[in-house]
């Protein structure tokens, strides 16, 4: 059996690129001090997410690719592979889009949010295609927020090609109410039911990364094939939480299982 500590971090809200950097580097740091293997950020964490309070700052191409790369460095430096969320600017408009790096430094590709929340079409523009990682010999997808919470298909495609993780950066936020105590709590927002039955109807470990503060609407959780909770990060909490998974648990049975040809609309 081989082994993987794969890692999500909670972070503070940012609004610019200069004050995601620390924050940025600081998850890498902690996650490289626990030998964590792959670690998640939030959604958007370079610049910050723009359904937010606060203002935040236009992105400069320039300033992105200097910032990917001290990220690059970073995760070279602590031997980590990070799932890094970004807002980069398109012709079309700011797209979301997962930049992932392996251990060594190096960019292994980008997965951008192809479905995109209503609420978020007034900031953001939908990419296109889907692909996998591999870094180590684990195989995994990105699902970015809205796409996992409400698009199951895109889990199961990613578990039938092969993938055993399915990374999620979100930014889910609640405002009034009471603060999150317990996971999955009757009283919570839907969308940490949604990461469970994402994991257990694939059959894969699911790892979601949220933003810290008083305002969190979801964990930064590690979930097992069978909906376990493996690891979490504290509500409301700056840090990181990993879980050593078993990859060979992420069969994909249930997701292999579905069978259209049986079950057509007449």
């Known amino acids: 059996m081989t082994e993987f500590r794969i890692g999500v971090a909670s972070t503070p809200l940012t ?5 995601g950097i620390p924050v940025v580097l600081d998850a890498i740091r902690r996650a490289g001090m626990a030998g964590v293997e792959v670690l998640c950020l939030p959604e958007t964490v370079l610049p910050g997410h723009r359904m937010q309070a606060a203002a935040v700052s236009e992105v400069d191409p320039a300033e992105l690719e200097a910032a990917i790369g001290a990220v690059a460095a970073a995760a070279g430096e602590a031997g980590v592979a990070v799932v890094l969320s970004v807002e980069k600017p398109t012709p079309a408009g700011g797209e979301i889009t997962a930049v992932v790096i392996d251990a060594d430094g190096i960019v292994l590709g980008e997965q951008p949010k ?11 523009v939908p990419g296109t295609g889907r692909r996998l990682f591999d870094t180590g010999g684990l195989t ?8 996992a919470f409400r698009y199951p298909e895109l889990c199961r495609q990613a578990a039938v090609a092969g993938a ?3 990374f999620v950066p979100h930014f889910v936020t609640v405002e009034g109410g009471a603060p999150l105590t317990e996971w999955c709590a009757p009283g919570n927002p839907y969308n940490e039911k949604a990461l469970l039955m994402r994991a257990m109807e694939s059959s894969v470990y699911i790892a979601g990364a949220n933003i810290a503060g008083a305002a969190q609407g979801s964990a930064s959780a590690v979930i097992g094939p ?11 909490t700056v840090g990181i939480a990993w879980a050593d998974i078993d990859p060979s648990r992420a069969d994909g049975l249930i997701a292999r299982r579905w069978a259209p040809e049986r079950n057509q609309l007449t």
């Open 15 to 19: 609004a610019s690129i200069a004050e």
């Open 114 to 124: 192809t479905q995109i929340d209503p609420a978020e079409e007034e900031y953001y």
């Open 140 to 147: 995994f997808a990105v699902a970015t927020c809205h796409e």
């Open 164 to 166: 055993q993780v399915v």
């Open 226 to 236: 069978d909906g376990a909770l493996l690891a979490q990060v504290p509500y409301r």
